[in-house]
Nanobody, 121 residues
Framework: QVHLVESGGGLVQAGGSLRLSCAAS????????MGWFRQAPGKEREFVAG????????YETDPVKGRFTISRDNAKNTVYLQMNTLKPEDTAIYYC??????????????WGQGTQVTVSS
């Protein structure tokens, strides 16, 4: 069992920055690929960024490329999402998720409860 807790969300003006954290506890030896997702009101949840276990592979969705950076610290069992140049359309609840069976996107077995990010214009 893995428990994920996101933090770092909040209200920020357009052009500002936030850094989200996702701390894992429990069976952390099983952590493989980890990802960040977001869900805006009235929209489906979408993939934002993902990172492999040893950080050698990273993926970002096109709308956030060049603005968001994903990283992880395995010693702290934590994955981060640095978000710069935020836009109102980035407003959403942000979730982290992890796979415990594969080191590629998909097959996410555990999810956090989410953290709200609101970007004002």
């Amino acid at each position: 069992q893995v428990h994920l807790v996101e933090s770092g969300g909040g209200l920020v003006q357009a052009g500002g920055s936030l850094r989200l954290s996702c701390a894992a506890s429990g069976r952390t030896v099983s952590l493989y690929f980890m990802g960040w997702f977001r869900q805006a009101p009235g929209k489906e949840r979408e993939f934002v960024a993902g990172i492999s276990r040893n950080s050698n592979r990273k993926y970002e969705t096109d709308p956030v490329k060049g603005r968001f950076t994903i990283s992880r610290d395995n010693a702290k069992n934590t994955v981060y999402l640095q978000m710069n140049t935020l836009k109102p359309e980035d407003t959403a609840i942000y979730y982290c998720a992890t796979s415990v069976t594969r080191d590629f996107p998909g097959s996410y077995a555990y999810w956090g409860q989410g953290t709200q990010v609101t970007v004002s214009s």
